[in-house]
Structures are given as C-alpha cells and as structure tokens.
C-alpha cells in the first residue's frame, strides 16, 4: 500500500517543532558510542534526511529488530537541539507503523556531510533518561559538564532555544545538575550534582514499625575535596540501588532530598544525610578518578585517647601486638554473637585494648589472628571505633567502623618505620587498666572525717587518697562471691557466676559452664582512725592483706567445714591491725540516692620508720605555719 | 604510770642541757664492757653508759639514767632496741622535744 511520509517533516522538526508526531522512514541505523550502546537514526520525509539518536529506553527496539532500515515509524516525542552547529534530534518516544519498507523518494541529507562518529556524540553519563514518557525535554549537554570545576554562584536555568513552542503542563528545568562539592550540600541548595566514592556500604536492615515493614541501607561517599556524607535509601529505593553501589566505586548522584543527619548512627563529620528517592540518579563513573580518596582518616594517637569521652567515635592506627582468641557472648537480648580482645601500641607509646565484635572477629580478627601466630606485627587502622571507660580507656568496634589491615597510608608506613627501628622493644603502658594516680611520691593524705568533710568523690572523676586507720569490724556475712577463673587476655574474668544445673557454674559473660570456679573477696569492713570510722569495700587483694588468707579458705572453712569457731577465731585475729589504705572514693547512684562509695584498692602495713618521718614533717610543717601567725 | 620524774629525751649535743637530771637516749653500740658501754648518739656524739648492761645488747638500745655530764649517763633503765632503727628520726624527735614541744614532755 502506498505510505505517505508526513511532508517536510524534516525541516518542521529542524525549525523547532515538536508537536507534529510526523510519520517518516529510517533510512540507516549505525550503532555507535564507545562507552555506551547508543544507536543512531537517519530519517527520511522522502525528500530531506536528518540524523537523530535514539533515546537508550528504545535500544531494545532496534536490538529485537521491531525497527531497522526501512522501517516506517511514527515520532510521537522527541527533542530537537544545536550542537556544535549542527542540528540534532533525539527521539524519546516513537512507534513502529511499518516495519519493513522499501526507501521511499530520494532523500537527500539536509545538513552537510556525515558527522564523525564521535564528535558529536554527547558524552552521556549525565543523560540516564527516567522511564517516563513524558514532555521531558533534553539538552545535549555542554562540554563544560565534564569539568569538575565548582562555581559558586547560582545555576542558570536552561534557556530553551528561542523559537522553541513551550507547550504541555509543566516546564522542567532538565540541565544536568553542575557537580558540586559534598561541604556545600545543604537542603537549599536547589539542583545538585555529587561525584563521589563509596567508602563503606552498610547492610541491608529490615524492620518492622506501626507503618509496616520496610527495608533500609546506607553508604558514605567521599569526594576530592575531602567532604563526607552518608546516603540512606529506603524500601523500593533500596531495590534500585543495594546492587548498583559498590565500596572503592565513584558515582556520580544527584537530585536526593537533604535532611539532618542522625549522630548517634552517623559519624560523619557533616550536619546532613541525603536520602534517595524514586527520581534519584546514580551513575557509575567508570574512568579512575585518582583526584578522590579511597578512605579519609583522622586518626588519634593512642595517648589522646586516654582522654576521649567516653561513647565518643575515633580513628585510630597502630602495631597489633597481641591477639585473642574468639570467644562467643551471649549479648542481653539473647543473641549469641562473637567477641575478641587485641592490643594495639604506636608511638607514643602507650597500648590500648580494641574489642572486636561479630564478624569482625571471623573476618579481620582471624586474619590478624593467623599474622601474629606466624610472627608478624601488623598495622591495623579503625575508622570509626567507640571509646570505652570501664576499665581505663578501651575502643570497641560498632556497626560503622572498618578495619584496615595494613592500609596504605603515609600513617602507616610512619608506624612501621618507628616500629622496625626500636619502637617494636619500647615498653608501652596500657590505657586500659585502671589506672591509680599518685604513686608513692604524691599521695594524698587524709584523715576519714576529711573523706566526708571536702566532700571528695563528688566530682566526675574519682578521688584517690591515703588513709592511715584501723581495721575495727569485719562483715562476716556475704564476704566473697563465685567468680568465672576463665582468663580474657591476660586478665581472669571474675564475672560472678550463677549456678546451673548441680555443682556446675555459668559464666554469662564468657558463656561457659565448668565445675570449678573461684573464690573472691567482697568484703565490707570497718576502719577508724583518731577522727572518726567508715565502711569500706575490700576486692579479692586488698581482703587477702587484710585477712591474711584466700576467700576460699575462707569460704571452705565457713561453708564446707562449718568450722564456725576457727572462722571467728581468724576474723578476730585480724582486727585492730593498722594500716596505710590506698582508697578510691566515688560518688555513685544506688537506687534513687547518691551514695559516696569507698573501695580499698590497696592494704599496706604500715612502716614506721616512713610513716615516722611522714608525721615529724607534719609537726615541723604545723609549726612554722602558726608561726606565721 | 608515774609521771612524777619524766626523763628528757636528749641526743649527744642535749645532754649538757640536762646535767644532773634524769634523761633518757638511744645509742648506737660501738664498744662494750663490763660495768660500761660506748656509743654513738643519734647525732653522732660518742657517750659513755655507765652501769651494767642486758646481755646480749643488740646494736641500738635505749637507756634511762641521770645524765653525769655532758658526754656521760649513769643508765639505771636498759631497753634492746633491736638492730635496726632509724636514727635521724629520733633525733628530731629530740630537737622537738627540747625546743618548740617541750612543754609537751616535761
């Protein structure tokens, strides 16, 4: 049947029209694009040819061969623009009328020669077109989007070309986004483009809410400038990119919404958090851009973190010198989950204990496991641990950190260059053991009305101080307790244990369960001295020096001979001794009421010839102070 | 306790204070005899202890005696203080009690 081409549809397109939905032939298709598959059209009106790409969403057309040379198609959208002087069309939306047709007229190429392949091919990483059909319209973007160069001022709006109609319900601005800075995101900020790498991918998480269920994951990007920023994406969205977004990757991401970030799960040093819609655009960038790190640190010396706050997020990088086994946890919620102690040491030398959590132990700890059983020390980088003061300062690894065995990183080399050359037999003092200030040469010393009288352990921090006083009573009831004898690196875990089961004992920090357990003082005694008495808790040292004896003789004497008249015997023996008490005094919550609570850290027995010298210095201090009077 | 005749605590360079009267010091042995004994006070004087010593004496002993002059004491009252002790510390003791303190001792 004969087929009439809409008559001069090239050159109405040409002119700017776009509403005219022509009818025209494909007279050639060429496959073109290095990056992409991207096909090329040249249609016909049966007099006049133009070239015009095909929109990406229509490549399946070509590929399943719904349209080829000859065919008869209808346009029903398209875009008509000037590049580089010549006129290009891009077809967004078109139907096959008739599939296969011999050429109709002789159609004649309207512009000049046959444009070279790539020249004028738009670079289209910024062209992902969305699957709607609508009266988008699309600019063949400009070179200058390949520069990374951010300009600070506002992004002019897309002119269209002048005598371009504007017809249909909403006119979008649709320029490719100018990429710009992660620092200068805010919610404000209008279009955006980041081009970033991905620095972590978090896990897919399921919940369940009053909303229903639904799913989330995060990423973080870095970019060149150093600028970081988490991603959140939530149900469909996840599904559109959980397996596009691939850590050590650059992507190029735009139109996401800007909301404040969530600190107590972020720590990035940003006060946003993007998060991605439906209309989200993330595009790999295949070529290495080396101007973006792979991982942005901001490591602390291990002696600062002495004085971190506890809860705080760091980094930081040093030598493993020791590594644990794993060890499973029942965690409070009933889970079961795996934990592993390691020891880290660097220049300044001081060592600090890392907890490992999770898989964290099976993965990294394994590896380090096995590095240091064959004799190696390698250097481990934490982005992002917790600080722990239970026992001194500890870090402990969350969901956010990453671990770094032997990192390229100028910091690292540093690290095993002082290693190699003497830091590796410098002795190092742990941070995380609980340290008492003062040695010998400044304690302080107080009378036991002076504890109550200054008010001391009201501060945040322990007070420690020395006090010369007797032993006047001893509790005789609860005076030790079971504890777990299950060594955690080179300390026993003295966990109180529950009895499970007959004569068996269970270790809930350890989980374990094993026949014998230990015996540890608990011990509350009396102590006075010329001012006044008080009650003080002894542990399992300081009672050893002050009974003279273990708790588990003690224990067997008390509870297994029942031997109540030595028992008595020996606690009696044990009272009106004098001596030096090294205590640490805390204020601490109980219930509803602060209490000022005072443990013993240390029994020294007193020495006279010291303690002597010690009172004539007071004396001869008390006396030249009232004669200053 | 009878406190009717308190002894003055003294070292070598004391005694002369005390002439006469009843004192009492801890001295170093250096030689002993029958019916007396040389030392070195905490000061580091040597005195004579006149009378009859415990026996065996260890190094450092105490006496109580009334003091004859000023580098002799005729001990009625002997005490073994062992062989260790510390002399400095006694020896401020004697400075504070026969200085700022002694209407605390006599």
Request: net charge neutral; glycine share 6%.
């Amino acid at each position: 049947m004969p087929v009439n081409l809409t008559r001069n549809a090239i050159a109405m397109m040409n002119s700017g029209d776009v509403n005219s939905k022509p009818l025209v032939q494909v007279v050639d298709i060429k496959l073109i694009g290095n990056s992409q598959e991207r096909y090329r059209f040249l249609l016909s009106d049966s007099e006049s040819t133009q070239h015009a790409m095909l929109a990406t969403q229509l490549n399946e057309q070509v590929r399943t061969g719904r349209v080829k040379k000859g065919s008869i198609i209808q346009l029903i959208d398209y875009i008509c623009s000037t590049v580089q002087n010549r006129r290009i069309i891009v077809v967004l939306n078109m139907e096959t009328i008739i599939p296969e047709y011999e050429i109709i007229g002789n159609p004649k190429l309207l512009m000049g020669s046959e444009p070279e392949a790539n020249k004028s091919m738009p670079n289209n990483n910024l062209f992902e077109p969305s699957t709607r059909s609508t009266n988008n319209r699309y600019s063949a973007p400009a070179p200058a989007n390949k520069a990374q160069s951010f300009q600070p001022t506002i992004q002019p709006a897309y002119q269209p070309p002048p005598n371009y109609k504007i017809q249909g319900p909403i006119m979008k601005n649709e320029a490719p986004a100018r990429i710009i800075p992660i620092a200068a995101l805010n919610p404000y900020q209008g279009r955006w483009a980041i081009k970033a790498r991905v620095t972590a991918k978090g896990d897919l998480r399921r919940y369940n809410n009053a909303r229903g269920d639904g799913k989330v994951f995060s990423f973080d990007l870095l970019d060149s400038d150093g600028g970081e920023i988490r991603v959140t994406c939530f149900n469909a969205v996840v599904d559109r990119f959980y397996n596009v977004i691939e850590v050590g990757k650059v992507y190029l991401i735009s139109k996401g919404s800007l909301k404040p970030a969530q600190k107590n799960f972020n720590h990035l040093k940003n006060e946003w958090e993007i998060f991605l819609e439906s209309n989200s655009t993330v595009e790999l960038c295949p070529d290495e851009d080396g101007s973006i790190p792979r991982q942005q640190f901001s490591f602390r010396p291990i002696t600062e973190i002495e004085s971190a706050e506890n809860n705080s997020i760091l980094d930081v990088i040093g030598i493993v010198i020791s590594v644990n086994p794993s060890v499973p946890i029942l965690r409070k919620n009933g889970m079961e989950t795996q934990r592993r102690i390691l020891n880290l040491k660097d220049v300044s030398g001081k060592s600090v204990e890392l907890t490992l959590w999770g898989d964290f132990c099976n993965k990294e700890g394994q590896k380090l496991q096995e590095m240091v059983d064959s004799g190696l020390f390698p250097v481990l980088a934490v982005k992002a641990g917790k600080v722990n003061d239970f026992n001194g300062k500890s870090i402990g690894t969350i969901s956010s950190t990453q671990l770094f065995i032997d990192p390229d990183c100028p910091e690292a080399q540093g690290l095993r260059a002082w290693f190699e050359s003497g830091g590796r037999n410098t002795a190092s003092i742990s941070i995380s053991k609980e340290i008492m200030p003062g040695g010998s040469k400044n304690e302080i010393r107080k009378t036991l009305t002076q504890i109550k009288d200054e008010g001391l352990g009201r501060s945040d921090k322990p007070d420690w101080v020395t006090a010369k006083a007797t032993v006047v009573f001893i509790k005789t009831d609860n005076f030790c307790y079971t504890a777990c004898p299950l060594m955690i690196g080179d300390r026993q875990c003295n966990k109180k244990v529950t009895q499970s089961g007959n004569k068996r004992w269970l270790c809930d920090r350890c989980n374990q369960e094993f026949e014998e357990c230990d015996y540890r003082y608990l011990l509350q005694v009396q102590i006075q001295d010329h001012t006044g008495l008080t009650w003080v808790t002894a542990f399992q040292e300081a009672g050893e020096e002050i009974l003279g004896c273990s708790a588990k003789e003690m224990y067997l004497l008390k509870y297994e001979l029942q031997d109540d008249t030595r028992f008595g015997e020996i606690i009696r023996s044990r009272l009106f001794h004098q001596y030096l008490f090294r205590l640490k005094i805390k204020e601490e919550l109980y219930g509803d009421e602060q209490r000022v609570k005072i443990t013993v850290v240390k029994v020294d027995k007193v020495n006279y010839s010291a303690e002597s010298r010690y009172l004539l210095d007071m004396v001869t201090k008390n006396l030249r102070n009232r004669k200053q009077f | 306790m009878d406190t009717s005749s308190p002894a003055a605590f003294v070292n070598g360079g004391l005694l002369r204070m005390h002439v006469g009267r009843k004192v009492r010091t801890v001295i170093q042995v250096t030689r002993s005899d029958a019916g007396s004994v040389m030392g070195k006070s905490t000061d580091g004087c040597q005195l004579v202890v006149r009378g009859s010593p415990p026996a065996p004496l260890t190094s450092y002993v105490e006496v109580i005696g009334v003091a004859e002059n000023e580098n002799s004491i005729r001990a009625e009252l002997w005490t073994n203080f062992g062989d260790s002790f510390d002399a400095s510390n006694y020896d401020q003791l004697c400075q504070l009690a026969n200085g700022e303190l002694k209407h605390l001792f006599l």
